[in-house]
């Protein structure tokens, strides 16, 4: 399983962005796929996750401003970003967790990085 992340980019506070994480290869199901984002000189932290079922969970900080879809037939995951502040800045990686792997799936990661 190969996770692709794209949309990244420089915005100005209260701006939009959509980030997408096209997933390719043998997925026959998942648990969960979400969005992990780090901004410099800080730790990995949780923004959201869709269950299988379709169920979402966001990190308080987004909660409100962030949407998190999944387009079932192509295998894409998004992230509505609305309202950025600057402390959205910070690579956003995507993951995938498998009933049939033991460990989560990582995308590489795309820049979101925003002006106040």
């Known amino acids: 399983v190969q996770l692709q992340a794209s949309g990244g980019g420089l915005v100005e506070a209260g701006e939009s962005l959509r980030l997408s994480c096209a997933a390719s290869?043998?997925?026959?199901?998942?648990?969960?796929m979400g969005w992990y984002r780090q901004a410099p000189g800080k730790q990995r932290d949780w923004v959201a996750t869709?269950?299988?079922?379709?169920?979402?969970k966001y990190a308080d900080s987004v909660k409100g401003r962030f949407t998190i879809s999944r387009d079932h037939a192509k295998n894409i995951l998004f992230l509505q970003m609305n309202s950025v502040k600057a402390e959205d800045t910070g690579v956003y990686s995507c993951?995938?967790?498998?009933?049939?792997?033991?460990?989560?799936?990582w995308g590489q990661g795309t820049q979101v990085t925003v002006s106040s």
């Open positions: 993951f995938l967790d498998s009933p049939f792997a033991a460990d989560p799936y």
């Open positions: 290869g043998m997925i026959f199901d998942f648990n969960t």
């Open positions: 869709i269950h299988r079922g379709g169920t979402t």
